[in-house]
T-cell receptor, first 113, second 109 residues
Framework: ETGVTQTPRHLVMGMTNKKSLKCEQH?????MYWYKQSAKKPLELMFV???????ENNSVPSRFSPECPNSSHLFLHLHTLQPEDSALYLC????????????FGQGTRLTVV | GQNIDQPTEMTATEGAIVQINCTYQ??????LFWYQQHAGEAPTFLSY??LDGLEEKGRFSSFLSRSKGYSYLLLKELQMKDSASYLC??????????WGAGTKLIIKP
């Protein structure tokens, strides 16, 4: 248990569906992140929120839409995804944006069919 | 461009020592990280080096040479539970982590 909880753990969705991934941390951290992890590829940083404000959007397609309602919760809204979006989506948090240690959730394994 | 290189897979024997190498090229440098990730689980923080030299933490040690853009993770007295992927990441001048693809370490009895 790392203190960062993601739900659901597994998700299968069609290309026309809309779904949301949820991340929750009760570590008192100020920065939260969404990463995409594909097999045998480096972790790809998607979005960064620092004090609930989005600070990074690394050229992520608009079919991925993040939301950070408060410093403890982070969502990733998904719509009209493509099969190549199938991957493990990891949420992480750190005390501050420049902090040296990030705590990861166990991820949501997403399959787009 | 920014790049992190580490071997895709390594095999070692229980009780032995293994060294996982990582070379990095990033725009600026604010530290080198190692994370461990067991299959189906979250990556967990192992070490952080920002100055040259060796940092020891129990059975695990991490080394950094900034002039060479090089780091290694040294695992001693290997145990079966050390079978995992080891992720190397460099923090660039914008405090973004640039990740390697990970090294899958297989421990054999």
């Amino acid at each position: 248990e790392t203190g960062v909880t993601q739900t659901p753990r597994h998700l299968v969705m069609g290309m026309t569906n809309k779904k949301s991934l949820k991340c929750e941390q009760h570590l008192g951290h100020n920065a939260m992140y969404w990463y995409k992890q594909s097999a045998k590829k480096p972790l790809e940083l998607m979005f960064v929120y620092n004090f609930k404000e989005q600070t990074e959007n690394n050229s992520v397609p608009s079919r991925f839409s993040p939301e950070c309602p408060n410093s403890s919760h982070l969502f990733l809204h998904l719509h009209t995804l493509q099969p190549e979006d199938s991957a493990l989506y990891l949420c992480a948090s750190s005390q501050d944006f420049e902090d040296s240690e990030a705590f990861f959730g166990q991820g949501t394994r997403l399959t787009v069919v | 461009g920014q790049n992190i290189d580490q071997p895709t897979e390594m095999t070692a024997t229980e009780g032995a020592i293994v060294q996982i190498n990582c070379t990095y090229q990033t725009s600026g440098f604010n530290g080198l990280f190692w994370y461990q990730q067991h299959a189906g689980e979250a990556p967990t923080f192992l070490s952080y080096n920002v100055l040259d030299g060796l940092e020891e933490k129990g059975r695990f040690s991490s080394f950094l040479s900034r002039s060479k853009g090089y780091s290694y993770l040294l695992l001693k007295e290997l145990q079966m539970k050390d079978s995992a992927s080891y992720l190397c990441a460099s923090m660039d001048s914008n405090y973004q982590l640039i990740w390697g693809a990970g090294t899958k370490l297989i421990i054999k009895p």
